[in-house]
């Protein structure tokens, strides 16, 4: 926990310079396949500071993080398996090295794919579960790659833009909320979203 407490002010630090965008990209690029800090606490944090750019930060954050995404679809692809099935070196550095990223986790979410493949993509983009295990493990089980795209794109996008236009609306006033409640508020969100779409598809 302590070098999570390291990592996350280093990360924060970004905002403080000049090199806060390109940091922003980078940190959301690594955070869709192998970083265990989100980049959610540095976007905030810029647009904080020049709230005229949100929408261009998380243009920028959403950018970062599906291109990240399809180079962790990569790593699953095609550096996941042995020739005989077994993982790789590098899979088993993953599990043993990035927190929540467990060979459990891994092999419960191949159950997870053979019935809701673009949902499980979209609650992992947006909710705060870690999106990193499930961008290798799209590649790994060899996800749709459009699906995968498209999915990525509307749960990254969904979440970052939330979350800066309630700092670019509401100002510091609600960062404390964000930081303290965004979990419960996505997880919510999620689970009414996707209640919505099961309830019209029985009606249907």
């Not at 990569?74 to 088993?92: C, E, K, N």
């Not at 092999?107 to 493949?117: K, L, V």
Request: a neutral charge.
């Amino acid at each position: 926990m302590k070098l999570l407490r390291k990592l996350y002010d280093w990360v924060l630090h970004w905002a403080e310079t000049p090199y806060g965008p390109a940091a922003l990209f980078i940190l959301a690029f690594a955070e869709a396949s192998f970083f265990p800090v989100p980049p959610d606490a540095l976007l905030i944090a810029l647009v904080l500071g020049a709230n005229q750019k949100a929408f261009k930060f998380a243009t920028i954050c959403l950018v970062g993080s599906v291109t990240g995404a399809l180079l962790g679809y990569a790593i699953g692809h095609f550096l996941w398996w042995t020739p005989d099935g077994g993982f790789t070196s590098l899979a088993l550095f993953f599990f043993n090295t990035l927190p929540g990223f467990s060979e459990q986790d891994f092999n419960a979410i191949q159950e997870m794919y053979s019935e809701y493949d673009f949902w499980i993509i979209f609650t992992a983009g947006f909710t705060p579960l870690p999106y990193k295990v499930f961008t290798v493990s799209s590649g790994a089980f060899k996800i749709s790659l459009p699906m995968f795209i498209i999915a990525s794109i509307i749960s990254r996008g969904a979440r970052f833009f939330l979350i800066s236009f309630f700092i670019w609306k509401f100002g510091p006033q609600i960062k404390s909320f964000i930081e303290k409640y965004f979990n419960w508020l996505a997880i919510i969100f999620t689970i009414l979203l996707i209640g919505g779409f099961f309830i019209i598809n029985y009606l249907l």
